[in-house]
């Protein structure tokens, strides 16, 4: 399958570790991004690569791949992170995708 | 500090037309291949179209192939996209967004934001 596949929604008690999974045949042959999304804003990069941070991230915010999966780690999660969150991708005709987003509660 | 500024986005029925146009500083725009991606109404993103550094690489999301153009105009910094024959499906906020480069899948930068919405 060319889709990207998220969980719709996770939470996590605050300062706690979260992991936010995304699914997909193209993440075999890529690496994803991860993209941070609050209400009324524009997406934020986050994670890009095989697990760089642009700068002015903080690096609570780490990322992972293996096989099919790859991984967006918040460690330490704070109230601010409270957010959508996105992964994208290529797909096999190698056209970008997102996943369907994760929406990230912090307790 | 690189920015993107969108613009064209309005209100238009059903089977018309729009363009909208995207405003690049900051980073040397020729240098970057350049994409469209929007999001309806409390959904999430999909990228819409993207365009290399000289305009020779062009894709398309199927669900607009055939009724938006994407194109650059390197001299003048700026992106645009051509919505043909719009649909309410269309309805959405359209994001400008600069590619990183390199061999990443990703989008570095992105603008605010113009709002498409196809009503009648």
């Known amino acids: 399958s060319s889709e990207l596949t998220q969980d719709p929604a996770v939470s996590v008690a605050l300062g706690q570790t979260v992991r936010i999974t995304c699914q997909g045949d193209?993440?075999?042959?890529?690496?994803a991004s991860w993209y941070q999304q609050k209400p009324g804003q524009a997406p934020v990069l986050v994670i890009y690569g095989k697990n760089n941070r642009p700068s002015g991230i903080p690096d609570r915010f780490s990322g992972s791949s293996s096989g099919n999966t790859a991984s967006l780690t918040i460690t330490g999660a704070q109230a601010e992170d409270e957010a959508d969150y996105y992964c994208?991708?290529?797909?096999?005709?190698?056209?970008?995708?997102f996943g369907g987003g994760t929406k990230l509660t912090v307790l | 500090e690189v920015q993107l500024v969108e613009s064209g986005g309005g209100l238009v029925q059903p089977g018309r037309s729009l363009r909208l146009s995207c405003a690049a500083s900051g980073f040397t725009f020729d240098d970057y291949a350049m994409h469209w991606v929007r999001q309806a109404p409390g959904k999430g993103l999909e990228w819409v179209s993207g365009?290399?550094?000289?305009?020779?690489?062009?894709g398309y999301a199927d669900s607009v192939k055939g009724r938006f153009t994407i194109s650059r105009d390197n001299a003048k910094n700026s992106l645009y996209l051509q919505m043909n024959s719009l649909r309410a499906e269309d309805t959405a906020l359209y994001y400008c967004?600069?590619?990183?480069?390199?061999?990443?899948?990703?989008?570095?930068?992105w603008g605010q934001g113009t709002l498409v919405t196809v009503s009648s």
């Open positions: 365009i290399s550094w000289n305009s020779g690489s062009i």
């Open positions: 994208n991708s290529r797909d096999s005709s190698g056209n970008h995708r």
């Open positions: 967004a600069k590619d990183m480069g390199g061999t990443t899948v990703t989008f570095d930068y």
């Open positions: 193209s993440l075999r042959s890529y690496y």
